[in-house]
């Protein structure tokens, strides 16, 4: 069996345990917690350890999905999900401009520490005040393509993985 471990990041309230909670196979396995710092203006919970899903992908591979916290005193989570991850997406809330350097930092922690396939995915673009892609990638210095991922929509999370599966692909194929 070929099974892919893919790592889900970004700050707090990008969207990651809902990515996870759409496309999962299972009932997803998470750490949230009642926010009692300033978290608490963006969401009531948040995740303190990890999210954990599952997906078939064919009868021989599952990818295995790991949702990381989004603060980083909880960042030795993502030291220990990254080191054993085959690739990771990094979701970037698109009306949060002031969290995009934060977004930045993540990249670079990841980077600092694993060299495997990424993507960077771009939630809340229809909210008032969400930035296009161009000026996102602008302002987290990558020039990496983003795509809009709508993680509450299977068909949207299910094409972000296959374009990250398509990356896996390239990478080892090199």
Not at 27 to 43: F, Q
Not at 124 to 138: K, S, Y
């Amino acid at each position: 069996m070929n099974n892919l471990r893919i790592v889900i990041t970004g700050g707090v309230g990008a969207g990651k345990t809902s990515f996870i909670r759409t496309i999962s196979d299972i009932e997803v396995v998470d750490t949230d917690k009642k926010a009692t710092d300033e978290i608490a203006n963006i969401k009531a919970q948040t995740t303190v350890d990890l999210d954990f899903g599952h997906l078939t992908i064919t009868p021989n591979q599952l990818l295995y999905l790991y949702g990381t916290p989004g603060q980083t005193r909880f960042d030795f989570m993502w030291d220990i999900l990254i080191h054993r991850a085959n690739a990771y997406i990094l979701l970037v809330a698109a009306h949060r401009p002031q969290h995009f350097h934060y977004s930045s930092e993540i990249l670079d922690f990841i980077n600092q520490r694993v060299q495997i396939p990424m993507l960077i995915g771009l939630t809340h673009t229809d909210c008032p005040g969400a930035l296009g892609a161009e000026e996102i990638a602008i302002a987290l210095g990558v020039q990496n393509t983003l795509i809009v991922v709508n993680t509450t929509k299977k068909a949207s999370v299910r094409a972000a993985l296959q374009a990250l599966i398509q990356e896996i692909t390239k990478t080892s194929k090199l």
